[in-house]
């Protein structure tokens, strides 16, 4: 009985002891959970970039870029006599490189022809005018004939007033004015000039020469305007 009792003593002592221990150390583990501190909180700045905001406008502004390249004229025209004859003269600058002036003659045809032409044309208007003058004058005089015999009666055709002989005298009298106008033309046309300052590329009449209307005599080209081909690279035309 005493062997048991002694036993039983010494186990109660063992899990006492452990009690305690274990009592010991959650005791121990509260105390330091409780009395630990927090980690300190500290604040992270961003870093950014400094920037410099400033208003902005559009605005046209030139850009200059340099390049080289050919002169060449903007258009060349071809120098076609719009008359037939005969070239009787031609400027001093009408050679290859030549410049001229506008208006000026630079070559001069053989006018005789045209000019007897605007005469004979003159002279047909004067005919035509005369004729019409006449007709309208015996239409007055019809008219008042007609009056005397038939007092209170209308002419029953036009043909007594001479109404279809004044149509045709009108009719034939502008008929010769073009012509005039059209001799007149061809006559001024005898000199051969160009509207614009330039420079002649290439010429192939001369005096003695027979020129035929539509045939080409000249090239010519402005001064007064002018093209320059200029090659640029890619990162020059970004504007």
């Known amino acids: 009985m005493i062997k048991i009792n002694s036993k039983l003593k010494k186990a109660l002592i063992q899990i006492a002891l452990v009690v305690v221990v274990l009592a010991g150390g959650v005791k121990l583990a509260k105390k330091l959970v409780t009395s630990k501190k927090p980690p300190a909180r ?17 605005e046209d502004i030139q850009i200059t870029i340099k390049g080289y390249g050919t002169v ?16 009787i003269a031609c400027h001093p600058n009408f050679v290859n490189g030549g410049f001229f002036k506008a208006g000026q003659a630079l070559i001069t045809i053989e006018s005789d ?3 007897f032409a605007v005469e004979a044309a003159q002279a047909a208007v004067a005919r035509d005018q005369v004729r019409l003058d006449t007709e309208l004058a015996e239409a007055v005089v019809a ?11 209308e002419p029953t055709s036009p043909l007594v007033l001479r109404e279809p002989q004044i149509k045709d005298a009108k009719a034939q009298l502008q008929a010769s004015n073009a012509k005039l106008a059209t001799a007149e033309l061809n006559l001024k046309r005898t000199v051969i000039s160009m509207p614009f ?12 020469q027979y020129l035929m209307a539509g045939q080409s005599v000249a090239t ?14 890619d990162h020059e035309l970004q504007w």
């Open 113 to 115: 022809d045209y000019r």
């Open 143 to 153: 008219k008042q004939e007609w009056a005397d015999i038939n007092p209170d009666k």
């Open 72 to 87: 060449k004229p903007k258009a060349e025209v071809k120098v076609i006599p719009q008359v037939s004859g005969k070239v």
């Open 42 to 58: 500290k604040e992270i700045k961003q870093l950014a970039p400094l920037l410099t905001a400033s208003i902005v406008h559009a």
């Open 220 to 233: 010519v080209y402005s001064t007064e305007s002018v093209e320059i081909v200029v090659p640029l690279e």
């Open 197 to 208: 300052d330039g420079r002649i590329a290439e010429e192939t009449g001369d005096i003695g």
